[in-house]
């Protein structure tokens, strides 16, 4: 894909119904590293995820009669909540297949703008193989979580909002599920600028694509609980975020559910916003790489703020 014509073509197109979110620098977590970090803030867009980028670019590129047939999705939640959102602003319709260990938080967004749930498997790429089935059986279009040029090219738009917003920026730290948001911004910012640094941030109990990318391929890896339960899961086969992931990312740090809980909790402390787990991965490796960062301009993208008040319970409590 050439990321700097797609992108920018996304963010145009999408601007009417996705926000331009703030970054803004953090004065805490850079004394904290000794880097001079800027905080990407995700969770102050709509629906609380950066997902709505990407969902919203890949349905405003399908045709007219193929919007109206129905499409169908498969999420951990995020996703999914910006899909029925998207789709009801577009006078669409269309079903969410979601595994059944997902978030009731995230459960309840997507009820909000009236989608259809269907829970199905303890795994979110179980629910993603299911729904690309159905999808193919009843003849409507398929809208991947992460696993679409179209997708990735939205969540690329965050990489021009920041390029946009601070200038010079030497490395970018984000949490890494299917490959979506790390490809579309690791895509964007690599085209205009090779040296920048593209660091992927995984929990140990869901490290995928860090695993798939020491294999040289596509791995099936066992999957613990984590409070990051956004980037929980698998990657289809043939998934396109594996080569774009080989050919964007620098390096990938795995962070423990303890660090992630910290990180979270720093956040809350000193930046008073709520965020959830996947945005926790991602301060949690920078804190991890401190070192690495001192003296180098660095952003942190927020990816979301969706988190049940047990999950936030828990993470404050310990």
Known sequence: M????????????????????PTQHSRYFSELTGADVFLKLENLQ???SFKLRGVTNCLLSLSKPDLQRGVITASSGNHG???????????AKGSVYVPENASSTKLDAIRLYGAEIILYGNDAGLAELQARKVAQEQGVSYISPYNDEAVIAGQGTIGFELANQVENIDAVY????????????GGYLKQLNPDIEIIGCMPENSPVMAKCAEAGKIVEWPVLPTLSDGTAGGIE???ITFDYCQRYVDDYVLVSEQEIRTAMCRFIDNEHMLLEGA????????????????????????????????????????
């Open 46 to 48: 709509y629906t609380g």
């Open 81 to 91: 909540a910006a899909f029925s959102l998207a789709l009801s602003r577009l006078g």
């Open 279 to 318: 945005a926790g991965v991602a301060l949690a490796g920078l804190t991890r790489l401190a070192k690495r960062n001192a003296g180098k301009r660095v952003a942190v993208i927020i990816c979301g703020a969706n988190i049940s008040r047990e999950t936030l319970l828990t993470v404050i409590r310990n």
């Open 174 to 185: 984000m949490s890494v599920g299917g490959g979506g948001l790390i490809s579309g911004i």
């Open 2 to 21: 050439n990321f700097l014509e797609a992108v920018p073509a996304a963010a145009s197109r999408i601007a009417v119904l996705v926000r331009e979110t």
């Open 237 to 239: 086969p043939g998934a």
